[in-house]
């Protein structure tokens, strides 16, 4: 066992986060935490971390354990130069090669080379070029630009820099917090590779239920300061709190009956209380006390979404359209007609211009060339993926919802503000608090509280995933299946589009737009029986067009070409291999097995991998030359 927990108590406030709780990780496990929003999941990352004390109980460490943690949002201040951020991870000898590093590009002047000299000295007497070494190597792993601005980068690209941070110091336990935020799909399918072949414990937080599926070897559910472990990865985890949940529903009906018989029998008349028993009496106080400590499981949140009156059968039409940005053809001759009662994903890298397609259809830009009808009667309710605009951080989420009146109409039912919000899950304390201080999971639910007080007919998610916990993005899934009206939605979250989508706008380089019927497992079957002439084997951000010519005559001989057209289906061999030997790494008691035979299976892994990566660089390489 790396690290246990044993009988943990901790209560923050008012709020008891862990009521006598026990966990424990052992090597090579990979366990994912999950729980509603406020549930103390981030709060149990930093006991384990070291950094928040517990009121009583034991938290057991192995002797010289290194714990790192990838925490869920750029912590401020944070400055200099990727290899700074990354060496950072090391402490004060870190940054002390951050300098030599540094010096040693730029060093010329008699006091800089002094310097230099000064900082090597320091850096061999304390063994630290074994480090220099590990920096460069983690860096070239995640393939981070070393010496760019951290400040400059995208959100997703910064997240893989600071994982980078907490990966130098080779844990033995990684921590990390929602790490798919910001990533999108080919950046999650390259951490979810790396962190199969990752040597520590990984202990994760992620609402990202493909994700989950394909890492967690455990799944832990902190619920009500308890916390319940199911080996087996994540369906088995959803088979076991159900029923789990089923028997505690059983237990308390049968404790509330007991309950209710002894306070009939406890009121009966003089004649019974002569015969009444002294120790049933204080049984009775004994149930009474303990129905006042339970601590029952809060509602689910209860989404209504508001249907204005139809739309007309026609919602949006695109015809030959093309669009550029900055230089670069990001939509190229797309046609594709939206018709009311659809619900269309937009899948594509950071970057490829999901935002801009999405403001085209709705009529908000005009594109460089091409035709764009919009339909009519349509009442359109956006739901944008940078929600702090929409929402004035001084105000309460009262205010963001009533906007000074006590009451809202939802699908002709009039709802006092407070009972509305009680829906979405928000107490009247939470309710009464300006949104400045309310969580990143608490901000989404008042979004989608705000964006569905109001009828539509047509809404528009730009990343609606974010922050949400499961319970509330299944709810939020029903809703959306149930709706009558039409969906336009941005996500990289590949099970909320597999659930939801009944069509895909899939981004394919080049400007490239595929339409596809389905969600992203329908694109990706779909996707595989085409010729590899149409479509590449993986999702790239779009390149710069070339300039329209003539197309070359192929400067492949007959043996290129025989491997190119071979190429598709080694490909689709190894990835069926890599997602088996996945499997078989992720299967309960995997890591109870002999130490040869868990050696063999991640040494065929990691074969398997970079074999696949060299198959599609030859594709790619043979693919220009045609």
């Known amino acids: ?61 192995q002797q010289g354990l290194r714990v790192a943690q990838l925490v869920q949002d750029v912590p401020p201040g944070t400055a200099g130069t990727v290899y700074d951020v990354v060496a950072e991870g090391l402490g004060e000898l870190g940054r002390k090669i951050a300098e030599f590093h540094h010096l040693s590009m730029e060093a010329h002047t008699e006091a800089e080379l002094e310097k230099l000299g000064r900082l090597q000295s320091q850096i061999e007497a304390q063994d630290g070029w074994s480090l220099e070494s590990r920096v460069q190597s983690v860096i070239t792993k995640l393939d981070l630009p070393a010496d760019a601005p951290f400040a400059a980068q995208s959100g997703g690209l910064k997240r893989r820099v600071l994982l980078a941070q907490a990966l130098v110091s080779e844990p033995d336990i990684l921590l990390l917090d929602e790490p798919t935020n910001h990533l999108d799909i080919p950046s999650i399918a390259q951490l979810e590779e790396f962190l199969l072949s990752f040597r520590g414990a990984l202990l994760f937080i992620s609402h990202d239920r493909a994700f989950v599926r394909k890492l967690a070897t455990r799944v832990c559910d902190l619920d009500r300061g308890k916390l319940s472990s199911w080996q087996g990865g994540y369906d088995a985890y959803l088979t076991g709190k159900a029923e789990a949940l089923h028997a505690e529903e059983r237990q308390n009906a049968l404790f509330d009956k007991k309950l209710a018989q002894e306070e009939v029998w406890i009121r009966k008349g003089v004649e019974a209380r002569r015969t009444r028993s002294a120790g049933r009496v204080k049984a009775l106080m004994e149930l009474r006390n303990t129905f006042a400590n339970r601590r029952n499981r809060e509602g689910t949140a209860n989404i209504v979404v508001q249907e204005a009156e139809r739309s007309g059968k026609l919602v949006a039409e695109l015809k ?35 935002t801009t397609l999405l403001n085209i259809i709705l009529g908000k830009l005009k594109p460089d060339s091409g035709e764009m009808r919009e339909g009519t009667k349509l009442e359109i309710a956006y739901f944008d993926q940078l929600r702090s605009p929409l929402l004035d951080e001084e105000k309460t989420a009262i205010d963001a919802i009533g906007d000074g009146k006590e009451f809202v109409e939802i699908a002709g039912v009039r709802k006092h503000v407070y009972t509305y919000l009680q829906d979405f899950l928000f ?44 319970e509330t993005l299944d709810l939020l899934e029903e809703r959306l299946v149930e709706y009558s009206g039409t969906v336009l939605m941005v996500s990289h979250d590949r099970e909320f589009l597999n659930n939801v989508v009944t069509r895909s706008l899939v981004y394919e380089g080049g400007g490239r737009v595929g339409d596809y019927i389905g969600g992203y497992d329908d694109w990706l079957r779909q996707r595989q029986h085409q010729a590899p002439t149409q479509t590449p084997p993986k999702v ?24 190119l057209d071979q190429l598709p289906g080694r490909i689709e061999k190894l990835e069926a291999e890599q997602t088996k030997l996945a499997a078989e790494i992720s299967a309960p008691g995997f890591y109870q097995q002999a130490r040869e035979t868990i050696a063999k299976v991640e040494l065929a892994l990691a074969k398997t991998q970079k074999e696949l990566g060299t198959a599609y660089a030859r594709w790619e390489e043979l693919e220009a030359q045609r």
């Open 540 to 563: 790239t951000a779009a390149p710069s067009p070339a300039p329209a010519a003539t197309a070359p005559a192929s400067r492949l001989n007959s043996k290129d070409k025989r491997e």
């Open 427 to 470: 107490t009247p304390d939470r309710a009464r608090c300006p949104v400045r201080v309310l969580s990143g999971g608490e901000r989404s639910r008042l979004l989608l509280a705000q964006l569905f007080s109001r009828p539509s007919n047509l809404l528009v998610l730009d990343e609606p995933t974010n922050d949400l916990d499961m």
């Open 320 to 354: 030959n359209v093309t669009h550029s940005y900055n230089g670069r053809k990001i939509i190229h001759n797309l046609s594709t007609v939206v018709i009311r009662g659809d619900k269309v994903g937009i899948i594509g890298p950071n970057g490829a211009g999901k």
């Open 1 to 61: 066992m790396l690290l246990g927990l044993k009988n943990v108590n901790l209560r923050i406030g008012n709020t008891v986060l862990f009521d006598g709780t026990d966990f424990s990780i052992e090597s090579r496990e990979r366990v994912c935490l999950v729980g509603r929003n406020g549930a103390g999941k981030s709060t149990l990352f930093r006991v384990i971390a070291g950094s928040q004390a517990v009121d009583a109980g034991e938290v057991i460490r």
